[in-house]
């Protein structure tokens, strides 16, 4: 896991040299250009190979890789063969966000959402692949290059008080916001006026970078009078509009907002107040439909005391209240009115996969369908994702068990709602995180979901799956010591199948190594892989910007 990296004189990879993998090892932080290096992928196309399946076997899976390894930072490598015959049929760049830089001087992260955000670009044209990654360049990234150490709040970490002043001074920085964290290391889309956005939430870690060159260029500043410092680390967006949700701390609750492409101001669409609970539900995603946004209440709720606490809980900024009850409200995007809210089974997600309207024969909205990546309402799984944890895989089975989570929310004002699986988990490894949808069926009915799924005993997803939500079926790429992250589907120009496209994953393989892989949407065969000339870390979500946009 931890093998020692050349220095370079280019920054981005100088700061991922020291990354990870080695708690207390100085990192080497300075560089002359910051500016990402494009590097040619070696790249092959393959047929078969891949474990495509009705249900992972169980075999041992790898270690997380939380440390590049073999970067060359700044030299040339060959120019690639071809991805020869992508499905995708078009030109364009796969982006991938996420968590990769975890070691400070002496000072070693705890926590897989602690690490500064690293970017990853694929560039595919005319049958090749060129890539490369950067740092994002956020004030909290910067400030902690400067002075070796944590200078603003991260997931689990906080600055270290020098004394008491000093810790009434960060109690006043955290109420007012400007001690909480920018480190934009979670999501990344494309906006409708192709701005790519990179996203966190804190309100302010919203920050746009160039898919290119992956240059930081500046924050997203957001012109209205919303307020608010935490959002969905998931906004819903489309080439039109921008969805998101604000917690509301104070007056425990949520707003909705929404924001027309090519405004940085979001408009108040309405309220919905909290049931139950001291506080608002963890609000990590949430889906829509095409007439309404589903507000979900989670018994995982924020903490004011936890917020302020130096080391963290189990729960980190959360506490478990399942007697608060649990919830799903429905708001039309049009009137800003709540239509519906009812009590749910207690659960616990961090991903939302999408909603649709149930219609009856005469074409009336009966329900809403959501559903979500939902871990059986076991909280364990946020401890679960420490980096001692991660790091040190000992065959033992310790992934939490997961489900595609099927909410059915009744709009004939009935009181409760339903919440049950929507396949046998078990087709897909009792592991489930990470999905991506064909873009033109969010807010829709919809049959195929990508995701990342399990094949025990493991202790993180180690699989690709596909699943077919009218057959009830997954199937499943699985590679021996190979860690993929969320596979992102791209539709083929033209497409009228849901699932005629490609699905496309940056994989860490047992070697160490690191690989863009291409899978057929339909088939779930592999077709290409690009390699990196140097391993990379985990990474979490994805976005496809198209050459000509």
């Given at each position: 896991?931890?093998?020692?990296?050349?220095?370079?004189?280019?920054?981005?990879?100088a700061?991922?040299?020291?990354?990870?993998?080695?708690?207390?090892r100085?990192?080497?932080?300075?560089?002359?250009?910051?500016?990402?290096?494009?590097?040619?992928?070696a790249?092959?196309?393959?047929?078969?190979?891949?474990?495509?399946?009705?249900?992972?076997?169980?075999?041992?899976?790898?270690?997380?890789p939380?440390?590049?390894r073999?970067?060359q930072?700044?030299?040339?490598?060959r120019?690639?063969r071809g991805?020869?015959e992508?499905p995708?049929?078009?030109?364009?760049?796969?982006?991938?966000?996420?968590?990769g830089?975890?070691d400070?001087?002496d000072?070693?992260?705890?926590?897989?959402f602690d690490?500064?955000?690293?970017?990853?670009?694929?560039?595919?044209?005319?049958?090749?692949?060129?890539?490369?990654?950067r740092?994002?360049e956020?004030?909290?990234?910067?400030?902690?290059?400067e002075?070796?150490?944590?200078?603003?709040?991260?997931?689990?970490?906080?600055?270290?008080?020098?004394?008491?002043?000093?810790l009434?001074?960060?109690?006043a920085?955290?109420?007012?916001?400007s001690?909480?964290?920018?480190n934009?290391n979670?999501g990344v889309?494309?906006?409708?006026?192709g701005r790519?956005?990179?996203?966190?939430?804190?309100?302010?870690?919203s920050?746009?970078?160039?898919?290119?060159t992956?240059?930081?260029?500046?924050?997203?500043?957001y012109e209205d009078?919303?307020?608010?410092?935490?959002?969905?680390?998931h906004?819903?967006?489309?080439?039109?509009?921008f969805w998101?949700?604000?917690?509301?701390?104070?007056r425990?609750g949520?707003v909705v907002?929404?924001?027309?492409?090519?405004?940085?101001?979001?408009?108040?669409?309405?309220?919905?107040?909290c049931?139950?609970?001291?506080?608002?539900?963890?609000?990590?995603?949430?889906?829509v439909?095409?007439?309404?946004?589903?507000?979900?209440?989670m018994?995982?709720?924020?903490?004011?005391?936890?917020?302020l606490?130096?080391?963290?809980t189990p729960?980190?900024k959360?506490?478990?209240?399942?007697?608060?009850?649990?919830?799903?409200?429905?708001?039309?995007k049009a009137?800003?009115?709540?239509v519906?809210?009812?009590?749910?089974p207690?659960?616990v997600?961090?991903?939302?996969?999408?909603?649709y309207?149930?219609?009856d024969?005469?074409?009336?909205?009966?329900?809403?369908?959501a559903?979500?990546?939902?871990h059986?309402?076991?909280?364990?799984?946020?401890?679960?994702?420490?980096?001692h944890?991660?790091r040190?895989?000992?065959?033992?089975?310790?992934?939490?068990?997961?489900?595609?989570?099927?909410?059915r929310?009744p709009l004939?004002?009935s009181p409760?709602?339903?919440l049950?699986?929507a396949?046998?988990?078990?087709e897909?490894g009792?592991?489930m995180?990470?999905?991506?949808?064909?873009?033109?069926?969010?807010?829709?009915?919809?049959r195929?979901?990508?995701a990342?799924?399990?094949?025990?005993?493991?202790?993180?997803?180690?699989?690709?799956?596909?699943?077919?939500?009218?057959?009830?079926?997954a199937?499943?790429?699985?590679?021996?010591?190979?860690?993929?992250?969320?596979?992102?589907?791209?539709?083929?120009p033209?497409a009228?199948?849901?699932?005629?496209?490609?699905?496309?994953?940056?994989?860490s393989?047992k070697?160490?190594?690191?690989y863009?892989?291409?899978?057929?949407?339909?088939?779930?065969?592999?077709?290409?892989?690009?390699?990196?000339?140097?391993?990379l870390?985990?990474?979490?979500?994805c976005?496809?910007?198209?050459r000509?946009k």
């Amino acid at each position: 896991m931890n093998p020692t990296m050349s220095s370079s004189s280019l920054c981005t990879f100088a700061a991922l040299a020291g990354a990870a993998g080695r708690p207390g090892r100085r990192a080497s932080q300075k560089g002359g250009n910051k500016r990402a290096v494009a590097q040619p992928l070696a790249a092959r196309c393959r047929h078969g190979g891949a474990t495509c399946g009705r249900g992972p076997a169980g075999t041992p899976g790898g270690q997380l890789p939380t440390t590049p390894r073999g970067a060359q930072g700044g030299r040339r490598h060959r120019p690639a063969r071809g991805v020869e015959e992508c499905p995708a049929g078009e030109d364009g760049t796969y982006l991938r966000n996420g968590p990769g830089l975890w070691d400070l001087g002496d000072y070693g992260f705890r926590h897989l959402f602690d690490g500064y955000a690293t970017l990853v670009r694929v560039s595919f044209r005319d049958g090749h692949a060129v890539g490369a990654h950067r740092q994002i360049e956020s004030e909290a990234y910067k400030a902690a290059r400067e002075h070796g150490k944590v200078c603003y709040r991260e997931f689990s970490e906080v600055p270290k008080p020098e004394g008491f002043m000093s810790l009434v001074g960060q109690i006043a920085k955290l109420f007012s916001g400007s001690s909480l964290t920018d480190n934009s290391n979670t999501g990344v889309v494309r906006l409708g006026d192709g701005r790519v956005l990179c996203l966190t939430e804190t309100v302010k870690g919203s920050i746009v970078v160039n898919p290119d060159t992956l240059d930081t260029v500046s924050k997203f500043e957001y012109e209205d009078k919303l307020g608010g410092l935490i959002h969905s680390a998931h906004p819903i967006v489309n080439d039109n509009e921008f969805w998101t949700l604000i917690p509301d701390l104070i007056r425990p609750g949520y707003v909705v907002a929404k924001m027309d492409a090519g405004s940085n101001e979001r408009k108040f669409v309405g309220r919905v107040d909290c049931r139950g609970g001291p506080a608002p539900g963890w609000v990590h995603s949430f889906p829509v439909t095409d007439n309404y946004v589903v507000v979900p209440e989670m018994p995982l709720r924020y903490c004011a005391a936890n917020l302020l606490r130096a080391e963290p809980t189990p729960l980190y900024k959360f506490q478990w209240h399942p007697e608060s009850g649990s919830y799903m409200h429905v708001m039309c995007k049009a009137s800003g009115k709540v239509v519906a809210s009812v009590e749910v089974p207690p659960f616990v997600t961090f991903h939302y996969i999408n909603a649709y309207e149930e219609k009856d024969e005469e074409g009336r909205v009966t329900a809403i369908i959501a559903d979500c990546c939902e871990h059986n309402a076991d909280t364990s799984i946020l401890d679960k994702l420490r980096l001692h944890n991660l790091r040190s895989f000992t065959g033992e089975d310790v992934l939490t068990d997961a489900r595609v989570g099927r909410f059915r929310i009744p709009l004939d004002g009935s009181p409760i709602g339903e919440l049950e699986a929507a396949l046998d988990p078990e087709e897909h490894g009792r592991g489930m995180d990470m999905c991506s949808i064909n873009p033109d069926r969010v807010g829709k009915e919809y049959r195929y979901a990508y995701a990342c799924g399990a094949q025990r005993p493991c202790n993180f997803p180690n699989t690709l799956t596909k699943i077919d939500l009218v057959e009830k079926t997954a199937k499943n790429w699985y590679e021996e010591g190979a860690v993929p992250s969320e596979p992102y589907f791209v539709p083929r120009p033209g497409a009228v199948e849901e699932d005629d496209g490609v699905a496309i994953s940056m994989v860490s393989a047992k070697d160490g190594s690191g690989y863009a892989l291409v899978l057929d949407a339909k088939t779930f065969q592999e077709v290409a892989r690009a390699k990196f000339p140097y391993g990379l870390p985990y990474g979490l979500h994805c976005c496809w910007v198209p050459r000509d946009k």
